[in-house]
């Protein structure tokens, strides 16, 4: 009953370093989708994937890379961290692009 | 484009209080709309939906009507527990827009025994 895995759950970077927040769902939907909390802006899409083998760009896509990897998986990059992207991650999936979402329980970054 | 606004947070009530949530959209088309809660250290679930004027989303006793003449869909609940105390988000998803969802900014609720 994994529904939406992300890892890590927590991560600490500095100002240039790159890391990869890894997304599984087990679900077998099509549509997957990455967005950032921050306090008192509720959540921001990053990037999404309507389809295996699309992606597309969200609200605040800059300074991020994303890869569907394949139907079950969507990671998310940062090339060289900064201090602004500092947040918590929640990655989704969907069955389609306007059905229920189902988030994973979060990855806290915080780049110093 | 499409926005979500609620009103801010955040609230505390006494147990067995109601509760009331403002949320208002602006949209293009005609959107589905949603209320997500979440609960301490865990991700964003589906509280309830609607997806047409007048119609009613209901779970675990919140209520919600999209109410297409006020562009609201406000949050109720009429006896509220200490098990309630979570953040709420209103959303909306236009299918003329992609479908993608948009928050608001969530209002947190915390119920004192």
């Known amino acids: 009953n994994a529904g939406v895995t992300q890892t890590p759950k927590f991560q600490v970077l500095k100002t240039g370093q790159s890391m990869t927040l890894q997304c599984a769902q087990d679900?077998?939907?099509?549509?997957m989708y990455w967005y950032r909390q921050d306090p008192g802006m509720g959540l921001r899409l990053i990037y999404y994937s309507a389809s295996e083998g699309t992606t597309d760009k969200g609200e605040v896509p800059n300074g991020y890379n994303v890869s569907r990897l394949n139907k079950r998986e969507f990671s998310l990059r940062l090339e060289s961290a900064a201090p602004s992207q500092t947040s918590v991650y929640f990655c989704?999936?969907?069955?389609?692009?306007?059905?229920?979402?189902?988030f994973g329980e979060g990855s806290r970054l915080t780049v110093l | 484009g499409d926005s979500v606004t609620q009103m801010e947070g955040p609230v505390t009530l006494s147990e067995e209080a109601c509760l009331t949530i403002n949320c208002t959209y602006t949209a293009t088309g005609y959107p589905s709309l949603f209320w997500y809660v979440q609960y301490p250290g865990e991700g964003l679930q589906l509280l309830l939906k609607?997806?047409?004027?007048?119609d009613k989303g209901s779970n675990k006793g919140f209520e919600a009507t999209y109410r297409k003449e006020t562009t609201s869909f406000h949050l109720e609940k009429g006896s509220v527990q200490v098990s309630d105390s979570a953040v709420y988000f209103c959303?909306?998803?236009?299918?003329?827009?992609?479908?993608?969802?948009?928050f608001g900014q969530g209002t947190e609720l915390s119920v004192k025994p």
């Open positions: 679900m077998n939907h099509n549509s």
């Open positions: 959303a909306l998803s236009d299918f003329n827009q992609g479908g993608k969802l948009i």
């Open positions: 609607a997806t047409k004027a007048d």
């Open positions: 989704a999936s969907s069955a389609t692009p306007t059905g229920e979402l189902f």
